[in-house]
């Protein structure tokens, strides 16, 4: 009998392809705009991710994401290496720097200067110069983004020199790194060099960087520098988190791209929905004939579930195919954010389920009312 | 040639259908309306009955309370043996599925499944595999000459051919109740007589019973006996010309 729902439902084309594009105009814009509200807030917190090898982050106490940089003293550094567990601690300077090009054009750029001696926090994705080129007077390194942006169409080239507050830095490697929310080019230089670029303020320590001793748990020793320090101490992983969540309730992203969302939901249910139903009003005889032949209520009922079935799967399939695809088009010739995780495909596939039940129960509805002697009416 | 149908007795063994008092009403109140105002009935197995009448005298209705697609207002109805009043819906329906083929009047083939598929559908309803089913199938639609047809869709054969699947859709599962509503209304005189003619030679069987709603008075000559109903109920039953 799921064969004969199956010839039932691709038969009528028309219809079947109108109930697919429901679910699929429905699949593509959550998909679509659930992974670029994901691309966002994987931007937001790009610069946690790209500083590789501690797992503890220090900041001040009010501190409520990457951005908001409240300086620290810088006895705040010593204060944490004295906290038992932890193995080793450094300074991590983050500022927003004005460049002076050599075309004499400004630009804004975010500056990160790593601790001198150990250079934690270094790009990782250098593809061009060496990280140990920073140890050179006024060296700066650039993403790759960055340089394009400030020198848009150039070929790539070491020893070019811009200027930030009077002082010239010197290009020294380019690398890649991932796109920040405010996409201004990333300049990583050394601590005692960035506090030369920027601008001059009492306290320049943004962060302390820390690790803790092999076979403690991090979230502990972070506790206990809160505790002695009255510093905030988050690792990695929450700093993160703590981010997301401030861009989530401060901003109005969420609603945003909760209602383009909503209204896919809502407009895909209604295609697949009606469509869904005039097919099945359409075939109501047909059913009516099943049912006098003998076919059970419940049999009409797996019927038409299973028609819901296939065409959620097809509509799933080719929404967030389509979705992928778009964002594949799209991270490679735009700087639109696009980051698909499996939550959002596990989130338009919960929605295109619900689409599918919607658009049955109508159906089933009507099909389970119908008498069977429908079809001695002529 | 012509006589009344008996006073209520005892069901014969070899009664197919036994309607007694049967009555049905629509609607409630004062918009009540009386489909069948008490109709007895027998039907032998082996007989092709004809129930005639002008349109909205019942005929309808009683064949849809024979075959256990409605149920009467009040009466007795035992089909092959079966009290249809007392089943529960759960049994009526399979009671359908296994013991009555339908002939429509507009055929009701699913326009997506080839002849043979379509004619399988009772098989199918059964929990038949589809292949064994389609060859069922394609068997009897061969017996009806259509075996040449075998995987045309409905839109691609004529109205005849389409109720010669319709056919045997409702005699490929062996019931022994048929049930034919106006299965020439929709057809030429030619395809009407070859219609008839393929159910009173196939269709009836010693074991089975035929009963086919009508007022078509050119296939009158294919019935063993014609009940002639009139505002609900069934005026006179005659003997007809295959008898």
């Excluded at chain 1, 962060?207 to 979230?219: E, H, K, N, S």
């Excluded at chain 2, 019942?58 to 009043?85: F, H, M, N, R």
């Excluded at chain 2, 109720?163 to 030619?190: K, M, N």
Aim: charged share 20%; proline share 4%; with cysteine.
């Amino acid at each position: 009998m799921l064969w004969i729902a199956w010839k039932m439902l691709v038969g009528n084309r028309v219809k079947y392809l109108g109930i697919v594009f429901g679910v699929v105009f429905a699949a593509v814009l959550i998909a679509q705009q659930a992974s670029i509200f994901c691309g966002l807030m994987s931007l937001t917190v790009s610069q946690i991710r790209d500083v590789e090898g501690p797992g503890i982050w220090v900041m001040d106490r009010n501190v409520q994401f990457v951005d908001d940089v409240k300086p620290l003293s810088d006895n705040d550094l010593f204060r944490v290496k004295g906290v038992p567990g932890v193995e080793w601690a450094v300074r991590f300077y983050k500022g927003i720097a004005r460049a002076r090009l050599e075309e004499g054009l400004y630009e804004q750029m975010i500056l990160l200067g790593l601790d001198d001696a150990t250079l934690v926090g270094a790009p990782q994705g250098l593809f061009m110069g060496s990280v140990a080129g920073l140890r050179s007077p006024d060296a700066v390194i650039i993403d790759d983004a960055g340089y394009r942006r400030i020198w848009p169409g150039e070929p790539y080239r070491l020893g070019r020199t811009f200027e930030m507050n009077d002082r010239r830095a010197v290009l020294v490697g380019i690398t890649k790194a991932s796109r920040t929310f405010t996409s201004f080019p990333i300049v990583y230089t050394r601590y005692s060099q960035a506090v030369l670029f920027a601008p001059p303020e009492r306290k320049v320590l943004s962060f302390v960087l820390a690790q803790a001793m092999p076979g403690i748990d991090p979230t502990e020793v972070c506790r206990r520098i809160d505790e002695r320090t009255g510093l905030q101490a988050l690792t990695r992983q929450q700093f993160l988190w703590k981010t997301i969540d401030h861009y989530l309730q401060k901003t109005g992203i969420p609603v945003n791209f909760g209602i383009t969302v909503l209204l896919g939901f809502l407009v895909g249910t209604a295609i697949a929905g009606q469509t869904f139903y005039l097919f099945t009003v359409e075939n109501i005889r047909q059913y009516g004939a099943l049912k006098a032949m003998g076919a059970s209520n419940w049999t009409i009922l797996v019927m038409v579930l299973a028609q819901g079935v296939q065409v959620g799967v097809v509509g799933y399939g080719l929404g967030v195919g389509l979705a992928a695809v778009f964002g594949w088009v799209v991270k490679g010739a735009s700087r639109l954010a696009f980051f698909m995780p499996w939550q959002v495909l596990a989130i338009t596939a919960v929605a295109v389920f619900l689409i599918v039940i919607v658009a049955s129960l109508l159906s089933i509805r009507k099909v389970l009312v119908v008498d069977p002697a429908i079809v001695f009416r002529g | 040639m012509s006589s009344r149908q008996p006073a209520a007795e005892p069901v014969a063994a070899d009664l197919a259908v036994h309607v007694r008092g049967v009555t049905k009403e629509f609607g409630r109140g004062s918009a009540a309306t009386w489909a069948l105002r008490g109709v007895d009935l027998d039907v032998p197995s082996g007989e092709l009955l004809m129930l005639v009448g002008p349109s909205g005298c019942g005929k309808t209705t009683l064949v849809s309370i024979i075959a256990g697609t409605l149920g009467p207002t009040a009466g007795e109805v035992v089909v092959l043996g079966e009290d249809l009043v007392a089943m529960s819906n759960g049994r009526k329906v399979r009671f359908r599925r296994e013991n009555v083929g339908f002939v429509f009047q507009s055929y009701n083939l699913l326009p997506a499944l080839t002849a043979a598929e379509n004619a399988a559908v009772p098989l199918l309803i059964s929990g038949w595999k589809r292949r064994r089913a389609v060859e069922a199938a394609a068997d009897v639609l061969a017996e009806l000459g259509m075996g040449d047809r075998l995987a045309h869709l409905p839109s691609e054969l004529s109205g005849g051919q389409q109720q010669r699947v319709a056919i045997a859709r409702a005699i490929v599962h062996e019931p022994r109740l048929l049930v034919c509503d106006e299965p020439t209304s929709a057809l030429d005189a030619e395809n009407g007589r070859i219609t008839m003619e393929l159910i009173s030679n196939i269709a009836v069987q010693p074991d089975r019973a035929v009963i086919v709603v009508t007022h078509d008075s050119r296939v009158y000559s294919f019935a063993d006996r014609i009940a002639n109903m009139e505002d609900g109920r069934i005026e006179l039953v005659e003997v007809g010309p295959r008898a």
